[in-house]
């Protein structure tokens, strides 16, 4: 089965820097985290970067889609003032970015792939082609995780020797079949929808388990409790020491 940690951070720390920034990474980093993860969309000329939003908005101020604005546009964006001023100048980063400051900090990736609408096999594609390139899986494991079955699907195809975890908000009907047909390692769901059956039938199947987003250390000790092998929270520090 694979080796998930007990605790692994969301958007790198989101609850203490900007979501899906180095700053975010590093947080993580610095609460004690062996493993981040973080979303992966697709910019208007191809580029793999870290991002969660169609909209760039929410977290850049500027009214327009991830989909439609090129990597040199992005560069002059930043994404961390929303979050706090001390943050603001924060840059959107690639995905070759994250991992190169991951391989420094010996922090293993959670590689979400989060297309726009209609990219998610171009999305998983790309993000598999940077995951092949710059990740030495010697050194140290890694996943792609996705909801989207295409995006997964053409992971697999570029990069089988990279491991997969399928995401389901709720256990979905299908999640076996799934998981086998695309090889998956782990299997990710929603922390407020995992049962203690659900979670023992993951186990019985030989997958490992994370749920996410949990960041209430009560329920984060109930779902270990019921055999869920990894927490994935905006505050990774926190929970681990309550864990601990």
Known sequence: MFQLPRVMGHRGAAGDAPENTLVSLRTAAEQGARWVE???????????VLF??????????????????PLASL????????????FAGEPIPTLEDALSFLLSSGISPNVEIKPSKGKAAATGRAVAEVMARC??????????????????????????????????????????????KLEC????????????????????????????????????????????????TDAPGKIAAALD
């Open 135 to 180: 990740w030495p899986l010697e050194r140290a494991p890694a996943l792609i995780c996705s909801f989207y079955k295409e995006g997964l699907a053409a992971a697999q195809r570029i990069a089988p020797q990279v491991p997969r975890a399928f995401l389901m908000r709720r256990p979905a009907r299908d999640w076996r079949q799934t998981a086998k």
């Open 185 to 232: 390692s782990t299997i990710h769901v929603g922390g407020r929808w995992l049962s203690a059956r659900v979670a023992q039938e993951i186990k019985q199947a030989g997958y490992g388990s994370a749920v996410f987003t949990v960041n209430d250390p009560k329920r984060a000790r109930l779902l270990l409790a019921r055999g869920v092998d990894c927490i994935i």
């Open 52 to 69: 969660h939003d169609d909209s760039l908005k929410r977290t850049t101020g500027r009214d327009a889609l991830m989909a439609d604005t």
């Open 38 to 48: 973080f979303d992966v969309m697709l910019s208007g000329d191809g580029v793999p």
């Open 75 to 86: 560069r002059k964006l930043e994404a961390g003032a929303w979050f706090a001023p001390k």
